[in-house]
C-alpha cells in the first residue's frame, strides 16, 4: 500500500526532523549553562525546597532520581524527583524551578494538569494498543470496527499531548516569577540562561504534540483511503 510511504514522507518525516532537533536543542543548551554556577551558591534540591517552602508546600518531598533530564513532579505522592539535585549550575536550578512550578501547578488546582492527570491512562492506552487496532482493523476487514477503535484511542492520546503545553509552558512561566521574587536568581545573566534552558525544554513538548497530531492525520486518511 503506497500510501503508507506518501503519507509518512509528508507528514511523518517533518515532524520527526523537529523532534530530533528539539532534543538537540535542549541537551546542547542544558549541557551549556550545566558548567555555569549559580550566583547563589544553592544546589538545585536546596533552591527547590526553598521555592517549595516559600509557598507553603512544606508537605512536597524532594528525591534524586537516576538519569539526566528525568526531573519530574509526581502529583499523587507530592514528590518532586530531581536528575542531579546535587548540582549548583543555573541549568540545574532552572530545571529545579520548573518541577517547583509544577507542584504550585497542583497545590492551586491548575485545570489543565488536573485534566492531564485525568487522562493519562486514556494516553497510556492510545500510544500503542491504539495504534494495534487500526492496523487490524485496517487489514483485516471483519474487524474494520477495530480500526476506528485504534483511532479513537490514538486521538486520546493526541489530546494528552495538546493538554501538555499549556501546563509546561505555565510551569516555566512560574519557575522564571519564582526564581525572581524569592531572590534564588538575581543576575539578569542567569535568568536568561534559565529561560533559554527552559525555551528549549519547551521545544520538546510542541514537537511531540506536533507528531502525535500529524501522526493522527496520517492515520486518518489511511483510513479513509482504505474506504475506496
Given amino acids: ?6 503519507y509518512f514522507l509528508i507528514l511523518i518525516l517533518p515532524a520527526l526532523a523537529l523532534s530530533l532537533y528539539a532534543q538537540y536543542r535542549v541537551w546542547s543548551t542544558y549541557n551549556k549553562y550545566a558548567k555555569e554556577r549559580s550566583s547563589s551558591g544553592l544546589t538545585a534540591a536546596q533552591a527547590a525546597r526553598r521555592l517549595l517552602d516559600r509557598a507553603g508546600l512544606f508537605n512536597v518531598r524532594i528525591e534524586a532520581v537516576p538519569g539526566q533530564l528525568t526531573d519530574h513532579y509526581d502529583p499523587r505522592t507530592k514528590t518532586l524527583r530531581l536528575s542531579d539535585p546535587e548540582s549548583r549550575s543555573v541549568a540545574a536550578i532552572g530545571v529545579a524551578a520548573h518541577e517547583a512550578g509544577h507542584a504550585l501547578q497542583d497545590a492551586h488546582g491548575y485545570v489543565p494538569l488536573v485534566v492531564r492527570s485525568a487522562v493519562v491512562p486514556v494516553a497510556s492506552f492510545g500510544t500503542n494498543l491504539g495504534v494495534i487496532l487500526f492496523l487490524i482493523g485496517l487489514f483485516i476487514p471483519a474487524l474494520k470496527p477495530l480500526m476506528w477503535l485504534g483511532l479513537l484511542a490514538f486521538a486520546g492520546f493526541v489530546f494528552f499531548t495538546l493538554v501538555t503545553l499549556p501546563v509546561e509552558f505555565d510551569a516555566s512561566r512560574r519557575a522564571v516569577q519564582i526564581l525572581q521574587e524569592s531572590g534564588t536568581i538575581v543576575e539578569k545573566s542567569e535568568l536568561g540562561a534559565v529561560k ?18 500529524l501522526q493522527l492525520i496520517r492515520l486518518l486518511l489511511i483510513a479513509r483511503s482504505s474506504q475506496r
Fill in 1 to 6: 500500500m503506497f500510501y503508507f510511504d506518501t
Fill in 196 to 213: 533559554k534552558v527552559l525555551n528549549a525544554a519547551a521545544l520538546t513538548y510542541v514537537a511531540a504534540a506536533a507528531m502525535a497530531v
